[in-house]
């Protein structure tokens, strides 16, 4: 099967119901369908899989130097609710076919999978971040959406929570990283350049705010009596937009998911639940940004008398990929006679999380739009291809 043909088929797992992309969240019946698929398109490849305490996949191809540390490469295969069929898979699938090209090497390669990614179900690079020892003490405690925690729907899917500590990677088993994945941006399909080479990925910091305020009846409960937990989201909302905007590119704030309780429409909503989520290429002003959100918020909850609950995670600073490999990248690409850009991700991806315990960098292609996280994502099969090759011919020079 092809690549194209690969990410088609893949691309059918967890479609939405209502058409409306793919859900294939980490921990459900969808991913699992999915894994088993790449796993066995990998060992239809001469890959020796396993899957670690956490849910990654890996499949692995020996070296002609045992003892060498391997190259990883690969990227997710969770999506976000509504998700496109390249965001992730084009890492995984174009890694297997990097890898499916090479012949005998001095090191081993490794293609990985990683679960939960995406911060929809679980906090973000779950995956990544069990491979690399970057846990946090809270990660089995912490609830999805419907209030399910971590520890059981992991056990749900037939993993045992108390493993995922132990995923983390030996030191020294991984010599590099190299992760390819769709830019999810603008900038390479407005340049007509075929492939970017990733120097910096912005740093990110998502959470949730909560408001608590007191139900009321709507008609009789004058304005100025309330403790209405929306009308205080929404002073404190415009004012976060306000805080990114007078920041200025890059630094993005985004509102996804919204909650409120009770939510009839003839009661003063007495609770909202938020997420938050802020991004920025340079440390300082995602800091600026995540500080000003916060006294939006506080103030907001002072003005409408509400309580607010802040819960912010640690984040993701903004993270350099290794200039050696962004070196190897850029003469692969020469090579192969790709033209390419030298960029900065917008985009979270595991390579954040790699990068803290091996050199990492990552290769973009174009998608149509600069669009992802929608069911119009799209990579022609030639940008695919391109990608792919490039992937192949940095793996070659990294393991040899
Ligand atoms: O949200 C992100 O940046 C990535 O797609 N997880
Ligand atoms: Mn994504
Ligand atoms: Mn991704």
């Known amino acids: ?27 459900t019946p969808a991913e699992a369908e999915a894994v088993a698929q790449v796993r066995a398109w990998m060992e239809a490849d001469g890959l020796r899989t396993r899957r670690d305490g956490a849910g990654n996949l890996f499949g692995r191809r020996e070296g002609t130097d045992p003892a060498a540390a391997a190259v990883l490469v690969g990227s997710h295969l969770d999506t976000v609710r509504g998700g496109g069929s390249y965001d992730g898979a084009l890492g995984v699938l174009g890694a297997m ?19 939960n990614e995406e911060g929809n179900r679980y906090p973000a690079l779950l995956g990544s971040r069990a491979l690399t020892g970057a846990l946090l003490p809270d990660e089995l405690d912490r609830r999805d959406p419907d209030g399910m925690p971590l520890r059981e729907a992991m056990a749900a899917a037939g993993l045992d929570p108390a493993a995922l500590a132990g995923c983390a990677a030996q030191p020294g088993r991984y010599a590099a990283y190299l992760e390819l994945h769709i830019e999810q941006g603008p900038v390479l399909e407005a340049s007509g350049t075929p492939a970017g080479i990733v120097e910096r ?40 937009y306000a805080a990114a905007d007078g920041l200025g590119r890059p630094a993005v704030l985004t509102c996804g998911r919204l909650t409120l309780r009770p939510g009839s429409p003839n009661v003063v909503p007495a609770a909202v639940e938020l997420t938050l989520d802020m991004r920025d290429a340079e440390v300082g002003r995602l800091d600026r940004l995540a500080e000003a959100a916060h006294a939006a918020f506080a103030a907001a909850a002072e003005a409408h008398g509400v309580k607010l609950r802040w819960e912010m995670r640690p ?68 940008a695919c291809a391109n990608g792919a090759a490039l992937l192949r011919e940095a793996v070659r020079r990294c393991a040899s």
């Open 201 to 240: 990925i912005a740093g990110l910091r998502m959470g949730t705010a909560t408001l608590l305020g007191r139900a009321d009846h709507a008609g009789t409960t004058p304005m100025d009596r309330r403790a209405d937990a929306l009308h205080a989201a929404a002073g404190a909302l415009s004012a976060a």
């Open 315 to 382: 984040g993701t600073p903004p993270t350099p990929m290794d200039p050696g490999l962004c070196d190897i990248l850029e003469a692969a690409a020469r090579d192969l006679g790709l033209p390419c850009l030298r960029m900065t991700s917008g985009a979270g991806h595991d390579a954040m999380a790699v990068a803290r315990i091996m050199p990492a960098a990552m290769v973009f292609v174009p998608c149509r739009g600069g669009r992802s996280h929608t069911p119009d994502e799209y990579a022609s099969p030639e």
């Open 1 to 27: 099967m092809s690549l194209w043909e690969r990410l088609q088929a893949l691309a059918r797992i967890g479609a939405a119901p209502d058409g409306q992309g793919l859900v294939r969240w980490p921990f």
């Open 97 to 115: 076919e990097a890898v499916a090209g090479l012949p005998a090497l001095r090191r081993p390669v490794e293609v990985v999978a990683f679960t």
